[in-house]
């Protein structure tokens, strides 16, 4: 990825444009409202379930498409790919623990974001608490892979 | 008075908001990544964003793989937050705020941050880009957080807590 300094000059606004559509469509679906997401949980409101699919809809189409279509991003060069991570079994180990606390709060990341924006202060307290997690698992990753010592891969 | 035909109670049950605000917004949502990603190639997720934005303040080596990536993810963020503005301005008529109790979205927050950061991505990522993607590690962890959230959000409405 291009650094800081030869970025085209159209990446921020690019990736400002796409946060502005994805707040609002958060916004707009009700995500933002931890009640709406509850509500959902306990199986009183399945709209949910068009947010997320309807979302990946949407992506999948582009993801699909953009490859055949163009070589590399116009403003950054870089390859079109999907988004595939490795599977290890962090990735259930982790999912589990988010689900926890998504069921107890009602809010995710990005719908917390959203959240303050609908003007929702009290959503502080959960994006506080998602600092404070996000900092004990840094904290505590950083930890065991010094104690290794061994060139432990980037992630 | 006429009932309405068996599909439709059914809907009305499973949807007592009907399904246009998800399904425009989910749209939106899946439109915002596409936007980026058609642009730059690259597939955003939210929860990336707290670590990305700790490495601003902490020196843990775990969150240096980040530091190239903090300052757009901070305009991602500021853009998700003043998008939601824009709708709470245009239709919702100002502030909203939530009654769910403090320590649920303070520890659940807890939760969350860990969860997603161990688990490589949250609702945006694995939910909306990596399902999009196909992906089978993605489909996994939706799999996951979905069965732990349910149960969890099922567990405190027995036990009384509301919201």
Redesign the interface.
Known sequence: MASATDRHPLFMPLVLLGGLIFGFGLAYSHMARPEVVLNFLQFEDFGLLFVMFGGAAVTGVVFFVMPRVLDRAPLTGDRFERRLKSFDRNVLIGGGIFGVGWGLSGICPGAAYASLGIGNVAILWALGGMFLGAYLQGWWRSQTSSADAAPAGAD | MVTDPVPLQVAAE??????S????????????????????????G??T???S??SYV?G????Q?YV??R??RV??????????????VV??G???????A?????????????????????????????????????I???????????????I??ALGVT?
């Open positions: 499973l949807f007592p908001n009907g399904i605000r998800y399904a425009v917004g989910g749209l939106l949502v899946g439109l915002g990544a596409a936007v980026i990603y058609v642009g730059t190639g690259i597939s955003a939210a929860s964003f707290l670590e934005t700790l902490s843990q080596s775990r969150f793989q190239a990536s300052d757009w305009v991602f963020t500021l853009g998700i937050v003043l998008g939601a503005a824009v709708y709470a239709y919702q100002g502030a909203w705020t939530t009654d769910v403090w320590w649920r979205l303070l520890v659940g927050g807890v939760f969350v941050g860990i969860g997603t950061r161990v688990g490589k991505g949250c609702t945006s990522g694995h939910g909306v880009c990596g399902v999009g993607s196909a992906s089978k590690t993605s996994l962890g939706v799999v996951a957080f979905l069965v732990t959230a349910i149960v969890t959000a099922q405190v409405a919201p």
